[in-house]
Antibody, heavy 115, light 112 residues
Framework: VQLVESGGGVIQPGGSLRLSCAAS????????ISWVRQAPGKGLEWVSV???????YNADSVKGRLTVSRDNSQNTVHFQLNSLRAEDTAIYYC??????????WGQGTTVTVSS | QSALTQPPSASGSPGQSVTISCTGT?????????VSWYQQHPGKAPKLIIY???KRPSGVPDRFSGSKSGNTASLTVSGLQAEDEADYYC????????????FGTGTRVTVL
């Protein structure tokens, strides 16, 4: 069972980022998938969760800027964050949420918002 | 949703025990048995060590134990080992229309 994030990099303020979380050994269509980020030197922040039924919740810090979607054919979850700010600089992790706990984590992908 | 409160740091000598608290409200920690704990070493992804307050995933040593009383959950690491030096975070399900989960502020555990 594995999750692999991709899509990070350096992005200018005001731009957009699109991250992907590719799953193997589990089906994203039957799973709850979370996105968690960690700014440099800071704690973990839960930013989004997409339920198996498709319902999504986004944290206030990204609300209105974040769209999370699923591609069941590719067994992948996508994370698109717009109007990027310096405070969006972080390592972004995806994780499977099971019984209220995140038991499988990706390795993380680094996003730097800078001009 | 406000973050759950953890002490910034905790420490102990090898072989000793350390307990980390995670304080919330009746809308999160106190209201549900969906408290989990994560260990994070520098530069690594977090690792689940406790779920549903006190259950250990396969492969997690029984030196790690969890409990809850009222609005406060606790993680105890017994028989401290050098490799236990890490950051620890709690999470809880939360009764909130905005976002149903919340992280703790994190605790740095130092093995003296």
């Amino acid at each position: 069972v594995q999750l692999v994030e991709s899509g990070g990099g350096v992005i200018q303020p005001g731009g957009s980022l699109r991250l992907s979380c590719a799953a193997s050994g589990l089906s994203v269509s039957n799973s709850y998938i979370s996105w968690v980020r960690q700014a440099p030197g800071k704690g973990l922040e839960w930013v989004s969760v997409i339920y198996s039924g498709g319902k999504t919740y986004n944290a206030d810090s990204v609300k209105g800027r974040l769209t999370v979607s699923r591609d069941n054919s590719q067994n992948t979850v996508h994370f698109q964050l717009n109007s990027l700010r310096a405070e969006d600089t972080a390592i972004y992790y995806c994780a499977r949420l099971l019984s209220g706990a995140m038991d499988v984590w990706g390795q993380g992908t680094t996003v730097t918002v800078s001009s | 949703q406000s973050a759950l409160t953890q002490p910034p740091s905790a420490s102990g000598s090898p072989g000793q025990s350390v307990t980390i608290s995670c304080t919330g409200t009746s809308s999160d920690v106190g209201g549900y048995n969906y408290v989990s704990w994560y260990q994070q070493h520098p530069g690594k992804a977090p690792k689940l060590i406790i779920y549903e307050v006190s259950k250990r995933p396969s492969g997690v040593p029984d030196r790690f134990s969890g409990s809850k009383s009222g609005n406060t959950a606790s993680l105890t690491v017994s028989g401290l080992q050098a490799e236990d030096e890490a950051d620890y975070y709690c999470t809880s399900y939360a009764n909130s229309n905005n976002f149903p989960y919340v992280f703790g502020t994190g605790t740095r555990v130092t093995v003296l």
